[in-house]
T-cell receptor, first 114, second 112 residues
Framework: KAGVTQTPRYLIKTRGQQVTLSCSPI?????VSWYQQTPGQGLQFLFE???????NKGNFPGRFSGRQFSNSRSEMNVSTLELGDSALYLC?????????????FGPGTRLTVL | GENVEQHPSTLSVQEGDSAVIKCTYS??????FPWYKQELGKRPQLIID?????GEKKDQRIAVTLNKTAKHFSLHITETQPEDSAVYFC???????????FGKGNQVVVIP
């Protein structure tokens, strides 16, 4: 099976712009979660989607949003970018949202905000 | 929400020695505890996990122990090798959702 894929791998934006990141889960996986990774804060949960519904949201401002499509692919959007949004954005997929099964991470999208 | 703390932040060991990383968690409802290894520039990869109904789990040179009463769990790596050098993250989640709360990570350096 192909692993989790994310596009694009690298992105450079300027403050005030918006960005959309994409995640394709492992075939058959219906749960997709997103995480932000920074040197200072580590890995922080953004949101989780299952069956096109957001089930959980982390402590991030409303500028961060996401969605999931019927084929389980997911996108996240960040509007009005700030310098502090520079980070590695990782998505992870899992067969179910049970909470006790392995989550498989994608390679991440490295976002740089100038 | 859940708070996961990880110690020490950096650990240097001689090749062949053992490495131990400890994590504590705050939410007694957490019942799943995975450990991820992240090499430089790579994605986090699960190396071992444990559920709250088990006290210990072992997979070759890697083991994890869980103490629910004290709310801490530990990763044990025996006979360390240079390829074990990486950042290790512990995490916790509750039943019914995949929201992982991660520790800040430990840099493990295995000295040949």
């Amino acid at each position: 099976k192909a692993g989790v894929t994310q596009t694009p791998r690298y992105l450079i934006k300027t403050r005030g712009q918006q960005v959309t990141l994409s995640c394709s889960p492992i075939s058959g996986h219906r749960s997709v979660s997103w995480y932000q990774q920074t040197p200072g804060q580590g890995l922080q949960f953004l949101f989780e989607y299952f069956s096109e519904t957001q089930r959980n949201k982390g402590n991030f401002p409303g500028r961060f949003s996401g969605r999931q499509f019927s084929n389980s692919r997911s996108e996240m959007n960040v509007s009005t970018l700030e310098l502090g949004d520079s980070a590695l954005y990782l998505c992870a997929s899992s067969p179910t949202p049970r909470g006790d099964n392995e989550q498989f991470f994608g390679p991440g999208t490295r976002l740089t905000v100038l | 929400g859940e708070n996961v703390e990880q110690h020490p932040s950096t650990l240097s060991v001689q090749e062949g020695d053992s490495a131990v990383i400890k994590c504590t968690y705050s939410d007694s409802a957490s019942n799943y505890f995975p450990w991820y290894k992240q090499e430089l520039g790579k994605r986090p990869q699960l190396i071992i996990d444990i559920r709250s109904n088990v006290g210990e789990k072992k997979d070759q040179r890697i083991a994890v122990t869980l103490n629910k009463t004290a709310k801490h769990f530990s990763l044990h790596i025996t006979e360390t090798q240079p390829e074990d050098s990486a950042v290790y993250f512990c995490a916790a989640s509750k039943a019914g959702n995949n929201r992982l709360s991660f520790g800040k990570g430990n840099q493990v350096v295995v000295i040949p």
